[in-house]
């Protein structure tokens, strides 16, 4: 009989196994990301905002989305959503998906107004994720435009997203 996997709120005590599966899902490369350098902000990295997630199986950490408060032309109420990672022995079993959707209902509970992403539109369009106009958002770094996406959770959400995206720690 196999560990049923537990899908939970990410507690400070993850953070270790969290940056574990980051350095296997995607390697060094993961530092030189604008996304990355907007959270390499943040003035404590040990601390996780109420809507980051895991998936864990026993005592093994497999899956992690999270979600970073931002400021974007020094607005509150944005998160940036990444990164998404799923452990490769485990991958193709929807826990990303189910992480993305615990995070974004949790956010849209909270009172958030939008969560940002750079990903590919075809993945996150099914979360009613959409592009944001070129140069509305800009990043520490180059971003390719097609791929900085949008989810409103209020209405106006991201028109009123204007400027330069930053932490909000």
Do not use: W
């Amino acid at each position: 009989m196999s560990e049923k996997i537990l899908i939970r709120t990410a507690e400070p005590f993850d953070v270790p196994a969290i940056g574990a599966l980051h350095a296997l899902v995607f390697g060094p490369g993961r530092f030189a990301r604008s996304a990355y350098r907007v959270r390499e902000g943040r003035r404590d990295d040990n601390k996780l905002s109420d809507f980051c997630h895991v998936a864990v199986r026993g005592n093994r950490l497999i899956a992690a989305v999270t979600l970073s408060d931002v400021k974007i032309g020094g607005g509150s109420g944005a998160l940036l959503l990444g990164p998404i990672a799923v452990d490769p022995e485990f991958a193709g079993q929807g826990l990303g998906s189910q992480l993305i959707a615990e995070g974004i209902a949790d956010a849209r509970s909270a009172g958030k107004s939008i969560v940002i992403l750079v990903g590919d539109e075809p993945y996150y369009g099914r979360f009613g994720f959409k592009c944001v106009p070129p140069g509305q958002v800009t990043l520490p770094g180059p971003v390719n435009p097609m791929r900085l996406l949008a989810l409103p959770l209020k209405d106006g959400a991201i028109e009123a997203a204007r400027g330069a995206m930053t932490s909000a720690f």
